[in-house]
């Protein structure tokens, strides 16, 4: 009765548990750093790459192991049966029995330097995966703040879209009264209320789009729950000090530190590494070997098998050798083999130029794009200064039946429209900035 009670309390406190645990990442609330530090821990791909480096680090032990002497054992039993010639020369009918026991070693002492070259190139291929990864994580961060900023971005959306909405019922409220007093005609109730049902519809639009935001943001970070609230922040104008520095500046920058250029740099190295370990096949090649048997031979006389007519027969024997191998012709395998190993090389050379130039058009093209961004950003604050100006004067002008309900809702209509601009160009512009800073060498999301 007692364990049945202790039971049941550990059900309750483990289901309570679970609830508090999910209560909680439900509630949680994720920073920019939290969502990008939880897409790199967590990414399946990355996980995977992550594998496929140990895997690779692997041939770095077996290339180690290759400078060790090798250790076998082996054992055998062999039974003979028929007749042999004995001391007197009479044929006599005779059983073998023979047990053999031996342990090998060999050791290689020269091979052209190829154990040394395969050690070097293993070694290479783990940092050219480790520089594959770190590009692998750049293109997650870079998405993850981007799906971020999107977020932020469709909240903003809503506070205007909901700005106008708010605006629009006091507007009902007031000609609602103005019609009642007999002071405006009910055609004006009926436009605002027209705009209001369209603001309203807008607002809905923008919620839908920040679910969206939100879910695409989840999904990358490969969340189950497939929704995700973000913190509140105030995003400020965008410092463009960055935009002065010219493309070429940015460029040279990226080209130091990016993983891409690092990755094609150590191929070609490890390429080389390729074309000496074939070469190295061409050389003569020196080993040592050591060899300890021992053979128990049994002979019985046939066809008495009792013990006391067994012989035996004990053999120990030691070899100590030196091997040394010389290639001559081996129908040009080897030549074909090194010829190979060039072109993979020359390849890895012009792999080398090919990202180099992509890395300088990719500047290029986020240089001009966040010039583009800027430009855009400063032309919409002047048409969301001057738009304000004129729904002010326009409301102004409503408010003592100067301008007619139409004329208002189109001045209303571009104000939203200038602040939507404003703030979409704003987001983009802030992106575009730490996509450049990003060539810089400026991370994503400060330490």
Partial sequence: MRFKKIFIASVFIAVQSG?????????KVWTLKECVDYALENNISIIQSELDKLNQYQDVKNARGNFLPNLN???????NFGSSIDATGSRVSADYRSNNYSLNSNLVLFDGFSNIHTLNQAQINVAVQEANITKMKNDISLNVVNAYLQVLFAKEQIKIAQFQVDISIKEVERITNLVDAGLAPKGDL???KATLGSDEQTLIDAQNNFDMATLRLAQLLQLPEGTIAIEEIELKDPNNSIIANESTVIYEKAAISFPEI????LTIESAEKGVKISKANYLPSLSFNYSLSTVYQHRQGYPDFFPHNEQLDNNLGHFLGLSLNIPIFNRFQFRTSVTRAEINMERAKYNLESEKLRLRESVQIAYTDAKSASKSFEASKKSVEAQNEAFKYAQERFQVGNMNAFDFNQTKNRLFTAESQLLRSKYDYTFKLKVLEFYYGV???AE
């Fill in 190 to 192: 009926l436009n605002i």
């Fill in 73 to 79: 054992a082996s054992a055998s039993q062999s039974f």
């Fill in 19 to 27: 609830l508090f645990a999910q209560d909680t990442a439900e509630n």
């Fill in 443 to 445: 991370p994503f999301v």
């Fill in 262 to 265: 690092k990755a094609a740099e």
